[in-house]
């Protein structure tokens, strides 16, 4: 995976569209789509949205965790 094109892809979602996949937020976080994945299933990630079988952040949901989890350390 590599991480400068998934930044970038992130980058243009946002500007495109208020929502980011899995991956696209992963990268927006700079963490591991599988740590995200693994917080979403324990309750603990940042709010997320079903569109359809898909599953969506808002980047405003993702500045607002990331900012409520400042200096926390997460243990899925």
Known sequence: MDTDDDIARAN???????FLNTDQAAAYLK???RLLKRLRRAGKGPVF?????FV???????????????GRTFQP
């Open 49 to 53: 949205r079903r569109h359809s079988r």
């Open 12 to 18: 243009r979602a946002k500007r495109g569209s208020p």
């Open 31 to 33: 963490m591991s789509s």
């Open 56 to 70: 969506q952040y808002h980047i405003d949901d993702l500045d607002l965790w990331s900012r409520d989890n400042a």
